[in-house]
């Protein structure tokens, strides 16, 4: 229990494990213990059982397919539009004082509270879903990558721009290899953000998704198939955290992530 000590991977998988153990130990006690009505929290064994009848009779399947391909595809285009400019505010002072503070100001407004103008704009169908991850993403990306591109230490700038580099050879050459692995690991970041916001979108006008499952669970009074639904949730978040990790270290091997 040193502070800051390194854990060897096997006691981290090790602890990791013992959590969910736990946490699932306690669960299973609550609710075949009687402590709490099935009413309001379903045991491990029936959510299971519920979970099960989703995926053989309501194509549950189709509908994990459906919310990751709205998370994907809302996160990838805030990305696509935010690391650019994070990256311009950071290396550039002039940028940045022209943009930071619409940027500060509209990181702080929530994004489900676009959901009743984006249904007005764009209707219930995928781009009002793509919009509310849009928003909750992209702002929060181009603020967190221009304060890494910021911190790019200086005596490396001031080498290049010695050595003949422009300004954007600078940005190119120096800012951009800098800020890379951190840049990439905020992205896996507020990927998860990205999560919060789908399952918001959807437990509003949509037909299909997570989100939706969990709201039709919940007019039937179904909680084992609401809690499965969080769960699965979860899961997927984890699998794809694990492998945008595993893809970073590989991408930047040199980086301590």
């Known amino acids: 229990m040193t502070p800051l000590?390194?854990?060897?991977?096997?006691?981290?998988?090790?602890?990791?494990?013992?959590?969910?153990?736990?946490?699932?130990?306690a669960w299973a006690a609550i609710t075949y213990g009687g402590m709490v009505p099935p009413l309001f929290l379903a045991s491990p064994g029936k959510t299971l059982v519920a979970?099960?009848?989703?995926?053989?009779?309501?194509?549950?399947?189709?509908d994990i397919a459906i919310t990751v391909f709205?998370?994907?595809?809302?996160?990838?285009?805030?990305a696509a539009i935010a690391v650019p400019v994070g990256l311009a505010m950071g290396a550039f002072k002039s940028i940045e004082a022209f943009l930071e503070p619409f940027v500060s100001f509209a990181r702080y407004l929530p994004a489900s509270a676009f959901i009743p103008l984006l249904i007005l704009w764009a209707g219930v169908d995928e781009a009002q879903k793509l919009a509310v991850i849009f928003i909750g993403s992209v702002f929060q990306i181009i603020i967190m990558v221009a304060m890494i591109a910021s911190a790019t230490r200086r005596d490396l700038v001031e080498a290049a721009s010695t050595l003949g580099a422009r300004a954007w050879g600078v940005v190119f050459r120096v800012i951009i290899p800098s800020a890379a692995p951190q840049v990439a690991e905020t992205l896996r970041l507020v990927l998860g953000w990205a999560w919060t916001y789908v399952i918001v979108a959807e437990l509003i006008g949509a037909q299909s998704g997570i989100g939706h499952v969990i709201m039709d669970s919940q007019r039937l009074l179904d909680?084992?198939?609401?809690?499965?639904?969080?769960?699965?949730?979860?899961?997927?978040?984890?699998?794809?955290?694990?492998?945008?990790?595993?893809?970073?270290?590989?991408?930047f091997p040199w980086a301590v992530l």
């Open 5 to 25: 000590a390194p854990v060897s991977r096997a006691a981290r998988l090790l602890l990791g494990v013992g959590f969910f153990v736990v946490f699932v130990g």
């Open 51 to 62: 979970g099960w009848s989703l995926f053989t009779e309501f194509n549950f399947l189709g």
């Open 223 to 251: 909680t084992g198939q609401m809690i499965f639904g969080i769960v699965m949730i979860g899961l997927i978040g984890l699998v794809t955290d694990v492998l945008v990790k595993l893809l970073n270290r590989r991408l």
């Open 70 to 78: 709205r998370v994907l595809g809302g996160f990838v285009i805030a």
